[in-house]
C-alpha cells in the first residue's frame, strides 16, 4: 500500500505519522479505519471502501497514551483515493466538530508524540 502524493503545505497544525485504530460512522454504518497521520485539525487514514467528499462522519478515536481516552468528533471527508495496490481507500478528514476538552486531549498526545520523536 502506498501513501498518497503528498499536498501543498496548507496545514494549521503539526502532523504525526501514527497508525491508529478506530472507528467512523455515518448514516446507518460503522466501519473500522487506521490513521496514516494525525494532527489536531484532522487525519489521513485507511479504509476499505470508498466514501464520497463532503460526507460527514462520527469518529471515535482511541488515543493510547491518555488512559485510553476516547476521543470523539464530527469529521468531513476532504479527499479520497484510491490505493492503487489494494482495494483500500485514503480519505483526508477534518475534524469540524470537537468538544474542547477532547481537543485538549488531542493536542497534548501531538506535543507528547513530537516531544519524544525530537
Not at 502506498?2 to 466501519?31: D, H, N
Not at 493510547?64 to 485514503?90: L, M, Q, W, Y
Request: hydrophobic share 40%; with cysteine.
Amino acid at each position: 500500500m502506498r501513501t498518497p502524493k503528498s499536498i501543498s503545505e496548507r496545514r494549521q497544525s503539526a502532523r504525526i505519522a501514527q497508525s491508529l485504530p478506530f472507528k467512523i460512522g455515518g448514516e446507518g454504518y460503522e466501519i473500522a479505519a487506521v490513521t496514516v497521520n494525525i494532527s489536531a485539525h484532522g487525519a489521513l487514514c485507511v479504509v476499505d471502501r470508498a466514501i464520497p467528499v463532503m460526507t460527514r462522519l462520527r469518529v471515535a478515536l482511541t488515543l493510547p497514551a491518555s488512559k485510553e481516552k476516547v476521543i470523539h468528533a464530527t469529521g468531513v471527508v476532504v479527499r479520497n483515493e484510491p490505493d492503487p495496490d489494494s482495494d483500500k481507500h485514503f480519505i483526508a478528514l477534518y475534524f469540524s466538530q470537537i468538544t474542547p476538552t477532547d481537543q485538549k486531549v488531542l493536542d497534548h498526545h501531538i506535543a507528547q508524540w513530537l516531544k519524544l520523536k525530537s
